[in-house]
């Protein structure tokens, strides 16, 4: 079993997966005339590969460059590397309340959240390295600060396919073989995309897999009253909140700096926010929404071009709102912490002060989650867009 766990943690092995999808690091200046040619073309700004060449060359985030062979997987695994992206995250879930289902919505955040502190804790507890590089070509530069053991990417995308996929098996009328087959497939790739983008060893990938199969297993006996947590008592909303901040101060100091913290304090605010606009709504009946699965199993509607003009309507207007309130509270509480404590403004530094940092973060994503349950859906309403 040892020695299973070590082939699995090398990065051999990653590296020869990588070769093999036609990723391979750049020789070094002089090794090999063609290589030469293609890096001083790329210096320049100028001229390219020769004609019918199937490589290219590029910065490496350590540096050094890499040669890509086979172009559909480079895509194809860079795409698949930003469904497991926080970019994708903040988009999806809140497209998903504003035009799918605030239902579903609910289930997915509180998941996402769970899966992901789990995850980024684990790793500043373990603190096991990334695969090592060489031999690995690594394409990806701000995680790189980062341990690897368990790869949250691949918690995060097995745990958002198949909490959709539990969640609508009941609620809406499809092939339940299809719908399996895409959650299978969507967090494959996203899983298969940290190797060959370097990230991480099979090892880091297989572990995030199970810890989420065995937190999807644990909670899911208390989906059904997680799904009424926003008729509770006001008291909820204390404890929703302060036990959240707790969590993010109190997280597991490493030696050196990296955005580990911050990722999670960014994600547990963005968690805390939304529960508390569902909680909002709910109160105060800004918004209707159903909080148990429907009687009638529902068809899905098709996309018509109607459907398709007031989805994209409403992301967009949820969207602008969003970053202006991102913006507006992120520069007042950045303020405010700044004359609290007498640093000195836009100092960097500064802003990853633990005292800072967790405070500014909660408090900016706290409001664009609540943004982003009460007052875009309230602003749908007002336009017309409901």
């Not at 930003?82 to 997915?108: C, K």
Request: glycine content about 6%.
């Amino acid at each position: 079993m040892a020695a299973l766990l070590r082939s699995l943690q090398d990065s051999q092995l990653v590296a020869r997966f990588q070769r093999r999808c036609g990723l391979f690091p750049a020789p070094e200046p002089g090794a090999v005339p063609e290589a030469r040619h293609l890096l001083a073309a790329e210096s320049k700004g100028g001229g390219g590969p020769p004609s019918g060449l199937r490589r290219a060359s590029a910065l490496q985030a350590n540096g050094q460059k890499y040669i890509v062979k086979n172009y559909f997987y480079y895509y194809l695994f860079r795409f698949s590397a930003a469904l497991g992206q926080e970019v994708f995250y903040i988009t999806f879930l809140p497209f998903t309340h504003w035009n799918i289902d605030p239902y579903l919505s609910r289930r997915l955040v509180l998941i996402w959240v769970l899966v992901m502190y789990v995850g980024q804790v684990a790793k500043d507890i373990l603190k096991w390295p990334r695969p090592s590089s060489p031999p690995v070509v690594k394409l990806e530069k701000r995680v790189m600060a980062e341990f690897g053991m368990p790869s949250t990417h691949a918690m995060a995308a097995t745990a958002i396919s198949f909490t959709l996929l539990i969640s609508t098996k009941d609620r809406y009328q499809y092939p339940f073989v299809l719908g399996l087959t895409m959650a299978v497939v969507s967090s494959t790739l996203v899983c298969l995309s940290r190797l060959y983008t370097g990230m991480h060893t099979v090892l880091d990938v297989l572990g995030g897999v199970l810890i989420t199969a065995l937190l999807i297993v644990l909670t899911y006996p208390a989906w059904t009253h997680i799904d009424c947590l926003d008729s509770a008592s006001p008291l909820f909303l204390v404890w929703i909140i302060i036990v959240p901040f707790i969590l993010c101060y109190n997280y597991p100091v490493s030696e050196c700096y990296s955005p580990t913290r911050a990722d999670t304090t960014t994600i547990m605010a963005a968690g805390t926010g939304m529960i508390v606009g569902f909680w909002i709504n709910h109160f105060f009946h800004i918004i209707s929404e159903p909080t148990e699965p429907l009687p009638v199993i529902q068809n899905i509607l098709p996309l018509s071009t109607d459907r398709l003009v007031l989805g994209l309507t409403k992301f967009t207007v949820g969207i602008v709102l969003i970053l202006l309130v991102r913006q507006l509270v992120q520069s007042l509480s950045l303020q405010v912490l700044f004359s609290w404590f007498k640093v000195v403004t836009r100092n960097k530094e500064a802003r990853q002060r633990l005292e800072i940092e967790v405070p500014y973060k909660f408090v900016t994503y706290t409001s664009v989650g609540i943004c982003a349950t009460t007052f875009v859906p309230m602003l749908h309403k007002f336009l017309g867009l409901l």
